[in-house]
């Protein structure tokens, strides 16, 4: 995927943004606080998860979603994004 | 003017969830749960452990515990076992298994979800993250009564089973179980009983001069020096015995005390605060127990003590107190609950003894549930509820 893929939805931006803050969050929390509904979430995480920015868990019918701060580029975009909110 | 100095040096050392670092009088219980959980730190993963304490109102059940956990968590710290003490009020926990667990579960892992899932799947959860933690439990229920109330023998019978279902995984469940009614162990299905009354620790109640001590150990960590004279502590540890041992009645006496003391711009706690304290402290009523009740159960108690603050009757009706209630709510701009929440609201406040209920028989048209409020004051009652209230969220017309 090109960097514009993940950069160019906002839907992706937002879940990117939401777990870089909390780090770890169920589907329908992270949907809630991203205002989307679960299905397209679930897509946008599945996304993200083949790019190696999230990792997912799974507590028997649970999957809890993460950040994966061991990603170089998930860190890089973590920078950027805690420097868009400090100089916001 | 010169301005007063209050009494107080440090008052969190008289809160209700504060742990002293020494326990008095309790050095025979500690080193018997101590025994009763050793392998946690010798030898790991090897075995579980279930015990009972067991013992009446103010003997120092949950203290116990919660001192043992620290203790025995910072031990584990120090041989680099990943050892986790968890203290839950069933109570607060409305007796739920759910609700228990979930708070459990939120100690590992806080955003854990909310809702979705059985307790059983939980469970199942809350040892996936032991596992993958490498983490060992202590898990005490405080106050079982409210768990085996609404649950019965079931949560303990799964907290039990669920180790053993695991043959060849280590063993990471630990249970205390806090309870006041020895009775509540009937409601046990034989093999839970008998699991759990492998290791009881039974709490005796506090003499007159073992509550001095306890007092005396506050007074030094809570009160500026010769702000307490001896004879004051005489009457609390007094009044504390006769209340059946009771350390965190006298505890709570003490605190009241040094507010009165305070407020009358005393130097000293004489015993005439004592006095007044003892007017506006019901042991039946605590104030912990007050503060953990929901918005709406404090709103509708306040309906029942102001009913009862105007009326002679002994008795009030159902819908009468639903009435009353929604006065209140209208007070503090509060949207009033329907009929079956009210009626929880009124089986958990009778289960925790701030109201009695009984239902109406010959002279009452029909069938409905009465209410009385037959332990305090109504005035008192009215009087505490309308602080905590403010305290909660602004007070009377600015609720929020």
């Known amino acids: ?88 | 003017m010169p301005r007063h100095s209050s009494v107080f040096k440090d008052e969190s050392k008289l809160d209700i969830n504060y742990v002293p670092q020494h326990l008095l009088h309790r050095k025979l219980q500690l080193n018997l749960l101590n025994q009763f959980f050793r392998f946690v730190v010798e030898r790991p993963g090897k075995m579980t452990q279930r015990a009972l304490i067991m013992g009446k109102i103010g003997t120092g059940k949950t203290v116990l515990s919660q001192h043992f956990g620290l203790k025995i968590a910072k031990e584990a710290k120090q041989r680099n076992i990943n050892l986790n003490y968890v203290h839950v009020n069933c109570r607060e926990c409305k007796g739920s298994l759910f609700m228990i667990l979930q708070r459990t579960m939120t100690k590992f892992y806080p955003t854990f979800p909310r809702r979705g899932y059985s307790a059983e799947e939980l469970l199942q959860a809350l040892m996936q993250v032991l596992d993958e933690k490498d983490a060992y439990l202590i898990l005490t229920l405080d106050e079982l009564e409210s768990l085996v109330g609404n649950e019965g023998s079931d949560p303990l019978y799964n907290l039990s089973r669920i180790q053993e279902d695991r043959l060849d995984a280590p063993k990471r469940l630990s249970l205390i179980c806090i309870l006041r009614q020895p009775d509540c162990l009937d409601k046990l299905d034989p093999s839970t009983r008998s699991t759990l009354q492998r290791n009881i620790i039974q709490m005796e109640e506090y003499s007159e001069s073992q509550l001095e001590d306890i007092l005396d150990d506050r007074v030094n960590l809570a009160f500026r020096d010769g702000t307490v004279p001896p004879q004051t502590l005489g009457i609390i540890a007094e009044l504390g015995n006769s209340e059946g041992g009771n350390a965190r009645y006298a505890i709570e006496l003490l605190w009241r005390a040094g507010k009165y003391a305070d407020a009358l711009e005393m130097q000293q706690v004489l015993p005439e605060c004592v006095r007044k304290a003892v007017v506006s402290v019901y042991p039946v009523v605590r104030r912990d127990m007050i503060l953990a009740f929901s918005l709406h159960e404090k709103l509708f108690i306040l309906g029942v003590a102001r009913h009862f603050k105007k009326s002679d009757s002994a008795y009030m009706s159902m819908g009468e107190a639903e009435e009353a209630y929604a006065l209140v709510c209208e007070e503090y701009d509060e949207k009033r609950r329907g009929h079956t929440q009210i009626w929880k609201y009124v089986k958990a406040l009778s289960a925790a003894g701030i109201i009695e209920t009984l239902v109406s028989g010959v002279g009452q048209r029909g069938k409905t549930t009465m209410i009385s409020l037959s332990r305090v004051p109504a005035s008192d009652l009215e009087q505490e509820l309308v602080k905590l209230l403010s305290q909660e969220g602004g007070g009377e017309g600015q609720w929020r």
């Open chain 1, 1 to 88: 995927m090109a960097i514009e893929d993940v950069f160019s939805s906002k839907g992706r931006m937002k879940i990117l943004r939401i777990l870089a803050e909390i780090r770890e969050l169920n589907i329908s929390e992270i949907a809630r606080r991203a205002g989307l509904n679960y299905s397209t979430t679930n897509q946008h995480l599945q996304v993200l998860e083949r790019h190696n920015l999230v990792r997912h868990k799974t507590f028997g019918r649970i999957r809890i979603f993460r950040y994966n701060e061991e990603n170089p580029r998930a860190r890089m975009i973590k920078q950027l994004i805690d420097l868009w909110e400090q100089t916001k």
